[in-house]
């Protein structure tokens, strides 16, 4: 049997290992950071109709810039932005991935702060850039200073906040973006896939653009919207963004049906968005029961909570699992990442809890 080992693959991606979460047939999932709600009828008949509209003409390629969609993205944004300003791919990883392809590349680097999204490495080895793994503060937050140090000693070509940043939840002080702005001699990519989950008084770094030539606000239509299965991401930035990420693009890369069925979904995001509150009441939930019960959890404005397990998180997802919750261990020695779900879902992690995260405190 063929192995990558017998495969002449590139050096730097040798040991590696592919991005991925369990997808496993349990009756409570909250692992992935999914909108745990169905999408509604309404919206649902919006979009077929949308998509059958475009049935007949799939003999011809799609718009290949996407206009008519991104002027909805830039509608749905505000902050002054139009369509020259917004590009769109098949979810934000193919943004990030297209950013990277313009900005990163061989013989430069893309900097970090971890624990935070496990795909902004790979995606800079993909595009052969060299990785710096930076670090967040004991308690997953980061400070101007400490982000103007290592910017000042890497020095590198692409830096990546994230804002709430994935797994912690933690969103960050636009102070900390500000001076990154001012040190970075390159780009700096603000990821908000989860903006729309942050607390009331919570700052966009959408805020920031005008002035700010090398920033970027990617985001995503998977999660507030309950779109993952459409696949549609997107940034704002200056046009001359856009213009840069164009030269990488792949050919018609985002196909007539996605971008109709984007469309008819940002058309319809009043009803898509309404299980916002629900999902932040669910997450909110579980912050408060699990600190009452003694275990330490991190400020989270996103859709999901990361808690303290003690010291061996494994053994405790699979208590999870084996109690029928599948949740994701992304990691962190000592923590494990829940979503919130809807309340029947959220019940049943904190029943579980109950008992597991006891036995684990004990332990």
Known sequence: MTTLDDLPLRDDLRGKSAYGAPQLDVAV???????SYPVPDAVVDAIAKAVQAELRDLNRYPDRDAVAL?????DYLGHGLTAAGVWAANGSNEVQQQLLQAFAGPGRTALGFGPSY????????GVGSRWIGA?????????PAAAVAEIEEHRPDVVFL????????????PEVITAVLDTAPGMVIVDEAYAEFARPGTPTALALLP???????????SKAFGFAGGRLGYLA????????VQLVR???HLSSLTQAAARAALAQRDALLATVDAIKEQRDRIVTTLRERGTAVADSDANFVLFATGPDQKAAWQAFLDRGVLIRDVGLPGWLRVTAGDPVETTAFLSAAASILAEEIQS
């Open 118 to 125: 496990s795909m902004h490495p790979l995606l800079a080895a």
């Open 211 to 221: 002035g700010h030539p090398r920033l970027v606000v990617t985001r995503t239509m």
């Open 162 to 173: 994230c804002s709430p940043n994935n797994p912690t939840g933690t969103a960050l002080d």
């Open 29 to 35: 999932r909250l692992n992935t950071n999914e909108n």
């Open 70 to 74: 991104r002027t909805d993205l830039a």
């Open 237 to 244: 930035a200056d046009p001359a963004v856009i213009e840069a």
């Open 250 to 252: 792949l050919p018609y």
């Open 135 to 143: 670090l967040r503060g004991p308690d997953f937050g980061l400070t």
